[in-house]
Every structure is written in structure tokens, then in C-alpha cells.
């Protein structure tokens, strides 16, 4: 009875005082504002009936909403750079973190969720796309998502321009180039943080910076060491590559009875082919076979090809006859409708749902990456096919083949370290699928067979260090920060030694009081002696 009361009193205050609190951050925004009652407009708290709806918009990956995530306390909605950096001063005077969110897709949530009081700072009312065809770029608004910016690079471009990023249309600009970026033209093109001429970003002070300004230290580092760890970007500037009026797709799937392990084996090397036009996705999976008890592995691979078919079946019939592609089951198609493809719909889906963010199915997900440099055995491949087979049909596997140009560039020179010698990055994942969260003693089975399967994996992935992609980010790699042993653990994996130390000496000049801190930002050492 006496606890309970107490703990209510606790409850109480608790909210007051977070209330009082998010009252000051706000008088603090309209008092450096020219208007203040247009600004009080972008403002939430949770009082708010949009509070819910807005924060939940972008939250693209379905196991956070459960009740017990902790959401922002306050929510604010920019419009345009006068209101981040206002947001960015009034959160430091009144001990808030912030969060930035662009299209919500991180892994686990840290664009919208943090166990401390925060501040989140949503860019969706941030996405301008102004299209330069003559100069072949593009100043991209840090909000928008790639389906809006394939759109309209096709539009203005008359299919004859792309960009080299992902594929799936809700994924944002920002947190794609944050982290590198890899998508269907990354062996013609590289990775998106490649592609980047300029951006704009507001500091820690609230100093807006260009790249002229913000000099080549923290351009490198915002465009792989992601970005959220050094300040705000609000907009790109993007080197726009040609690509072909059409490109040739095909998808083909083979099962364990149809030889698909043989047909993987040789596909892992496909990184060594020559020819950089021809880029093949995979993604596997168990299922059973028919109607029987039995199981089997299914592996989809999905082909794109920088020209036509008649260009493409001789390259095929080199280097990869295996895979059995012929005429029949190749399309021609422009690369906008190449990325509907790739996301699961006709090629002759309306062009609008890739502006159509409700129209995009979210996930509901855990996954892991790693990247594999030498080709795993067939005993190996029959190990993890085993594995499946003690899975529930949750889990599943997806393979981006790397080389060609992403070769050309040294590990040093963004810090994506995932050059010359990777063959692929290989993401493992289950879903939660059926489950009311990721906390029933089923999703948890699905977690822990994700954990022996990433054990499983361990003689056939990169060593020394185990490479991961940031943009998979995982927390239980690690999160230790309190010297460069700890956040080795983790930072190493994502960007290599040279590359984590000098995120880590860029940290220290842009952001030395660790203001913009989250799991697994770069971290800033105190000196000894200093601490405490
Ligand atoms: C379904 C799906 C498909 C994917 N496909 C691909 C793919 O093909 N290729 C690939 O490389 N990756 C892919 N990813 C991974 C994706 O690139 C990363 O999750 C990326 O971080 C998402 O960016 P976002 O803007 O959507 O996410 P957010 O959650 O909004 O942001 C991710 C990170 O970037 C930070 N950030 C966002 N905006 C800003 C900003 N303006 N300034 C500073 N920091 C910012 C956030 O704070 C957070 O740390 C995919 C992910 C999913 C879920
Ligand atoms: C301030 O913003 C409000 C609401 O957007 C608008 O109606 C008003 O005209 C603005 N005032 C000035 C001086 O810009
Ligand atoms: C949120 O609620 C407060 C208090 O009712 C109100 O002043 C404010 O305008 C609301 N903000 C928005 C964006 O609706
Ligand atoms: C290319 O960009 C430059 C600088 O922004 C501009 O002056 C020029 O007009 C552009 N060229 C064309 C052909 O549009
Ligand atoms: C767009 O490209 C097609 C195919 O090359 C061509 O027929 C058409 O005239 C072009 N349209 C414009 C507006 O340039
Ligand atoms: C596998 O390919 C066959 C044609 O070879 C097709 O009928 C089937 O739908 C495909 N299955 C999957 C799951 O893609
Ligand atoms: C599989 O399904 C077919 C057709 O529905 C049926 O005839 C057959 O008996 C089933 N086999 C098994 C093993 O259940
Ligand atoms: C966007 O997609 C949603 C869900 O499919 C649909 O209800 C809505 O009408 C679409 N909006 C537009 C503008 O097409
Ligand atoms: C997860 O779902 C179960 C079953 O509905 C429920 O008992 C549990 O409280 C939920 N946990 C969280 C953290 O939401």
C-alpha cells in the first residue's frame, strides 16, 4: 500500500517535472524564433493527438511499437534550417539528447527511440528535390526517401539518369548515406556516400556548414561514419550517374533438389566477374517441400543488367550458364521500374507508389550482417542449410555482391572499409511474424537461433576484425564506450582501425562534449585524469 503510493508520488512528480521541462524547451524555441506561432505548430508533446501518428509515420520497423519502447518527449517537425538549429541550442540549455530522424529505417529503433529523455527531430517536412539533368546532380532535402528521389530523377531525366543507392523505397537519403549506401548500381558506381558532391549540415553549435566550410575531415566522416554522431545534415548535393534507357531483369529461384547449392557455391565469386553492367541479389530461405514434413532451402536470385538482353545472355552464358538464364525470362525496363521489381511489384505498377510512403509494407525484424571474402565451402553451405532446417521458418538470409568499382576505391577513402577482397555482405534475420512482440518465448527462440547462427557462421566470414555494415547496425555486437578497447569491440567492425580512429579524432574536433550521443556513436574519450 505504502509502496505503491509512494511509487505514484514518484509517478507524478515524474511527469511534472518532464512536463515543466518540456515546457521550457519550448518557450526556449519560440523565444529564438521570428514566429513564434508558426513555430508552435512543428512542436509535440505528447498531450498532443498527433504526437502518436507522427511518431509512429516512420517508424518502419514494427517490433519498436510496443508500449514499453520509450518514445520522445518532445517531437519537433522543421520546415526548414532556422528551426534544427534552434532545436539543437534549446535541447543542450535543457539536458535533452536529441534523435534525428529521416525515413526510420535503423535497425534498432535509434532514430526514435532512446532510454533517456529526448528530443526528436523529425526531417519529414524536409524533402525538396531540385534536379540540375544538364549538370547531371541533384540538392536533395535531408527527409526524402529513395522512392520520391528515383521518381523524380526519372521524370526530369527521361529515364537517362539514377543514383546508386538502395532499393527499397522508404529508406531514407540521410541514414542511407550516413552509413555508406549499396544498392543495385554499386558495382558500375559504388556506394551512395560515393556519390555525394556537397551537403549541408547544422553542427553542434548550430552552425551551418557546407562542404567548403566544414571542411574535407567531416565530409569524409558523414558519409559512411553516420552522420547523426557529428550533427544535422539538411540536404545533399548528388552526383546523378547515366544509366541505360533499359535494363534487362530476371528472377530465378532453385531449390537443394534443383542444385542450388552447387549454383550458390560458384554464385559467391560473382563479385570477380569483369563485367560491371551485371549485378545479382540473392536472398534465401527454408521452407517445406510441398506438403510433406520435410525441408528445403529456396534460393531467389534477382538479376539486373545495364543493357538489353541480347547483351546480357552471351555474359551469362560466360560466366554463369548455371544459373540458366535464357531470353524468355528476361524483361526489359527502365530503371525506375527496375526498382519496383525489386521491391516486389510488376514493372507495371504505377510509377506513384514509390511517392506513396503508406503504400510501403514495414518490417518486423531482427537482423545481422557480416561479409564474407572467401567463398564458403559446400559443407559449409549444408552447415547452414541445417541450421534452417531447426528454424521455424522465420529465418532468412540476403546476399549483396560487392566488387567491380567498389574495388577502385581504397578502404581509407570513405569510411565504408568494405572494399577490394569482400565478395559480399551477407545479412542474416528473423522475423516476428505471428508474434504479439519480440518478447514471447517464441520470438525469443527466433533471436537465439539468429545468435547460433551467427556462431555457426564464424570460420566461414571475415576475421580480424569480423566486418559488419553499419547500416545493419546491431547492438549486441557491443556498445562500450568508455575507452578505444571497448568501442573497438563494435567500431572496428563497422569501419576498420584507420577509419574508427579517425571518425573518433573528427569526433573530438566537431563535437568534443559528446552532444550528439546515442549506442554506438562515436565515441569521445576523456583524457586521464580528466575523468570524472
Ligand atoms: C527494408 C530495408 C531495406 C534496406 N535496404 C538497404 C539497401 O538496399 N542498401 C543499404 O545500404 N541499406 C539498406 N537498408 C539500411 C538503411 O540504409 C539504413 O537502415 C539507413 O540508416 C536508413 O536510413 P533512414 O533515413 O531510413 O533511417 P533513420 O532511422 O531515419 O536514420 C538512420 C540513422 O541515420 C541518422 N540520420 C537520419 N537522418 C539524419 C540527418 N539528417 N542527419 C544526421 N543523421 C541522420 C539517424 O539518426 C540514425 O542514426 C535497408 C533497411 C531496411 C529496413
Ligand atoms: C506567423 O505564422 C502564422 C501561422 O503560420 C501566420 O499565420 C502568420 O502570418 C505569421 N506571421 C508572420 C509575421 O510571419
Ligand atoms: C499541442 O498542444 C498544445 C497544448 O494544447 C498546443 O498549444 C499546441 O499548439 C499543440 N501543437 C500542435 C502541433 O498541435
Ligand atoms: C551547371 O551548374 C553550374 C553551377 O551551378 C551552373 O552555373 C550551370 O548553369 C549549370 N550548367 C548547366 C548546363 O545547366
Ligand atoms: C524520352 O525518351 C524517349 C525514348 O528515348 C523519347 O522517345 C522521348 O522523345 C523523350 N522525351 C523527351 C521529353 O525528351
Ligand atoms: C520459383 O520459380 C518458378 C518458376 O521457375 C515460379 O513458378 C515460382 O513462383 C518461383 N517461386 C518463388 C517463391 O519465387
Ligand atoms: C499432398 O497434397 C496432395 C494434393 O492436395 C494430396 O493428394 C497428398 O496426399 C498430400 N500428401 C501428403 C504427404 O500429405
Ligand atoms: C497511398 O497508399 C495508401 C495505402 O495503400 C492508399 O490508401 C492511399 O490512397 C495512397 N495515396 C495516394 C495519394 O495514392
Ligand atoms: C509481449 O506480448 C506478450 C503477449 O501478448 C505480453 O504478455 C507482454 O507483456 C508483451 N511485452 C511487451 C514488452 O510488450
Not at 498532443?48 to 520497423?61: D, G, L, M, R, T
Not at 547515366?242 to 552447387?262: C, D, H, M, S, W
Not at 572467401?374 to 540476403?398: A, H, M, Q, R, V
Amino acid at each position: 500500500m505504502k509502496k505503491s503510493f509512494v511509487f505514484l508520488l514518484v509517478l507524478t512528480l515524474a511527469l511534472y517535472f518532464s512536463s515543466a521541462y518540456s515546457q521550457d524547451f519550448i518557450s526556449c524555441v519560440e523565444s529564438n524564433s521570428a514566429n513564434a506561432s508558426s513555430i508552435s505548430e512543428l512542436i509535440y508533446t505528447p498531450g498532443n493527438a498527433s504526437f502518436q501518428p507522427i511518431w509512429q509515420f516512420a517508424v518502419q520497423n514494427t517490433r519498436f511499437l510496443k508500449p514499453s519502447t520509450p518514445r520522445p518527449s518532445i517531437i519537433v517537425t522543421p520546415t526548414d534550417e532556422s528551426l534544427v538549429q534552434t532545436s539543437l541550442l534549446c535541447a543542450k540549455k535543457h539536458g535533452y539528447e536529441i534523435r534525428i530522424r529521416s525515413g526510420g529505417h535503423d535497425f534498432e529503433g535509434l532514430s526514435y527511440t532512446a532510454d533517456v529523455p529526448f528530443v526528436m527531430i523529425d526531417l519529414n517536412n524536409m524533402r525538396s528535390i531540385d534536379i540540375d539533368v544538364a549538370n547531371s546532380t541533384a540538392w536533395v532535402g535531408t527527409g526524402a526517401v529513395l522512392g520520391e528521389l528515383y521518381y523524380s530523377i526519372a521524370q526530369k531525366s527521361n529515364n537517362t539518369l539514377y543514383f546508386p543507392g538502395g532499393t527499397w523505397p522508404t529508406v531514407g537519403i540521410s541514414g542511407l548515406i550516413g552509413g555508406g549506401g549499396t544498392g543495385n548500381l554499386l558495382r558500375k558506381y559504388a556506394t551512395a556516400g560515393d556519390n555525394v558532391l556537397d551537403a549541408r549540415i547544422i553542427d553542434v553549435n548550430g552552425k551551418i556548414l557546407d562542404r567548403e566550410s566544414m571542411g574535407e575531415d567531416l565530409f569524409w566522416a558523414i558519409r559512411g561514419g553516420v552522420a547523426s554522431s557529428f550533427g544535422v545534415v539538411v540536404a545533399w548535393k548528388l552526383q546523378l550517374v547515366p544509366v541505360p534507357e533499359k535494363v534487362t531483369v530476371f528472377i530465378v529461384n532453385r531449390t537443394l533438389e534443383q542444385g542450388a547449392t552447387e549454383i550458390f557455391f560458384k554464385y559467391q565469386s560473382l563479385a570477380t566477374f569483369e563485367d560491371r553492367n551485371l549485378y545479382i541479389r540473392s536472398q534465401a530461405a527454408s521452407e517445406f517441400i510441398g506438403n510433406t514434413t520435410q525441408k528445403t532451402m529456396r534460393i531467389i536470385f534477382q538479376g539486373i543488367y545495364q543493357g538489353t538482353t541480347n547483351e546480357l545472355i552471351p555474359v551469362m552464358d560466360k560466366v554463369f550458364p548455371e544459373l540458366g538464364v535464357t531470353r524468355e525470362i528476361c524483361q526489359e525496363m527502365t530503371s525506375v521500374q527496375s526498382t519496383l521489381v525489386f521491391f516486389g511489384r510488376p514493372s507495371t505498377t504505377p510509377l506513384e507508389i514509390l511517392t506513396n510512403r503508406s503504400a510501403i509494407p514495414k518490417s518486423n525484424s531482427k537482423t545481422k550482417s557480416n561479409f564474407v571474402r572467401t567463398p564458403i565451402p559446400i559443407s559449409g553451405l549444408e552447415k547452414i542449410w541445417s541450421k534452417f532446417f531447426e528454424n521455424d521458418l522465420s529465418g532468412g538470409l540476403l546476399i549483396i555482391p560487392s566488387g567491380g568499382r567498389m574495388d577502385d576505391y581504397a578502404e581509407t577513402a570513405t569510411p565504408y572499409p568494405h572494399r577490394a577482397g569482400t565478395l559480399y555482405l551477407l545479412a542474416t534475420s528473423v522475423n516476428f511474424v505471428g508474434q504479439a512482440n519480440d518478447t514471447t518465448p517464441v520470438s525469443l527462440r527466433r533471436l537465439a537461433w539468429l545468435q547460433s547462427l551467427e556462431e555457426l557462421l564464424t570460420p566461414y566470414v571475415s576475421q580480424n576484425p569480423r566486418e559488419s555494415y553499419v547500416n545493419n547496425n546491431d547492438l549486441d555486437i557491443g556498445v562500450g564506450a568508455a575507452n578505444y578497447m571497448e568501442a573497438s569491440v563494435w567500431g572496428e567492425r563497422y569501419w576498420k582501425r584507420d577509419n574508427f580512429r579517425r571518425l573518433i579524432r573528427i569526433k573530438a574536433n566537431v563535437d568534443p562534449e559528446n552532444f550528439f550521443k546515442f549506442p554506438q556513436s562515436i565515441p569521445v574519450f576523456k583524457r586521464r585524469g580528466l575523468a570524472q
